[in-house]
């Protein structure tokens, strides 16, 4: 991902400068192709001037046509979190977007390649939320606190757009920061029990190691992420509830994947989670 003219720093200014019909019709493309996989147009080469608070209007608008035909938010996933992500689209913090509750494929199910539009693999750690989390001001130790237990788990990236538009940060955060799906692994371990901060993980495609990382590249702890991402829900008017799956942040490259490929994670002492793409 590589941003181009009009990217902007994440945080935004307050201000949602386009019309809420555009807001509107924006969300309802996006949901349809979700929907139908008839992808649309990416809202920055819709209109050139969009901004980090209109992209977050759009999500926001797309949340509510879902709750609306029936999907309920089963948590949220945090992207952006490595320096190099950042740089590359002209934020200077993450950015999120909502993880719904069609979303989950389960360990030993393949998944159609044919329903995605442009995936690719990132390996991440899932926090499973035991209480309420809410901002503002909350740290790392509310987070341990309010943590049941963290698993491993594969987020499939992907977008609904037909191709890239000039602000690509805008355009990631208006379609759920890019989320696609979650494969969770079967292997919960509590935070005091590990230190997630020196936790590896590999990624292989069809037995191949492709890429390798550590879990200190997101934020230099995940746990930070959660805090930051806590403190961010409370400037919209929402926190992390109990049950909610939260993805901190990929520590590997994000891989491209295609049909007849198998994508294995493991992680030092939490095992390891596969994924089975099909035609």
């Known amino acids: 991902m590589v941003g181009g003219p009009g990217c902007e720093k994440s945080g935004g200014t307050g201000v949602v400068t386009l019309a809420a019909a555009d807001i509107q019709k924006i969300a309802e493309d996006i949901w349809h192709a979700e929907q139908t996989g008839e992808w ?18 759009i999500g926001t608008a797309v949340r509510d046509l879902k709750i609306a035909a029936g999907r309920s938010i089963k948590g949220h996933k945090i992207g952006l979190t490595s320096k190099a992500m950042r740089d ?18 389960l360990e030993g199910e393949a998944i159609q390649r044919s329903r995605l539009n442009h995936p690719m693999i990132e390996v991440e750690l899932a926090f499973v939320m035991k209480e309420e989390l809410k901002g503002p001001s909350v740290n790392v130790a509310d987070v341990i606190r309010a943590t049941d ?13 037909k191709d890239h538009g000039p602000n690509m940060l805008v355009d990631s955060i208006a379609d759920t920061a890019w989320c696609g799906g979650v494969v969770l692994g079967g292997n919960p371990v509590r935070l005091n ?9 590999s990624l292989s495609v069809n037995g191949e190691i492709i890429e390798t ?23 919209f008017g929402t926190s992390m509830q109990p049950g909610d799956v939260i993805l901190s942040g990929s520590f590997v490259r994000a891989v491209p994947f295609d049909a007849n490929q198998s994508l294995v994670a493991l992680f030092d002492g ?5 994924l089975k793409v099909m035609e």
Do not use: C, Q
């Open 270 to 274: 939490l095992g390891e989670v596969t």
């Open 149 to 161: 237990f963290v698993l491993p788990a594969l987020e499939i990236v992907d977008s609904r757009y």
């Open 40 to 57: 649309t147009e990416a809202p920055s080469n819709r209109f050139p001037g969009i901004t980090v608070d209109d992209g977050y209007a």
């Open 213 to 235: 990382g550590a879990a200190v590249a997101v934020m230099s702890n995940p746990i930070s992420a959660v805090a930051w991402l806590a403190n961010t829900l409370h400037k």
């Open 88 to 105: 590359m689209t002209g934020a200077t913090e993450p950015d999120y977007g909502y993880i719904y509750d069609d979303w989950f494929v």
């Open 193 to 201: 029990d590990v230190d997630i901060r020196r936790m590896g993980a």
